[in-house]
């Protein structure tokens, strides 16, 4: 079988640092939250959570799953600030980079 990683990246999203003291089981709730809402009928998808700069932390997973390709969400605007992640993605993999376009969010 063929294997892609999906990556999702918004810039606006924010981690808010909150005691736990049972990471794994929050983390373990998160990923299967996610999966079951943006990975509907991949039963073999896993989400792997990674905290660094995001274009090398994606690459990098990349390296690890030895995916056949990358597809990534371009923000369907010419505006330098946006999209520099899926730019840097593009310019760097040594993988085919299927680029999709986002849906502007309202």
Known sequence: GRTALLV?????D????A???QVQYETEAYANEFLARYCRGAPDARLALRV???A???????DDV????????WPQTDDPTRGRVAREIVNRSRLPV??????EQT
């Open 98 to 103: 299927l680029v999709v376009a986002l849906a």
């Open 52 to 54: 660094g700069v995001p």
């Open 14 to 17: 924010r981690v808010r640092a």
């Open 66 to 73: 030895a995916p056949d390709m990358l597809a990534i969400g």
């Open 19 to 21: 005691f736990c003291d």
């Open 8 to 12: 999702r990246l918004r810039s606006g």
């Open 56 to 62: 090398d932390e994606i690459l990098a997973t990349a």
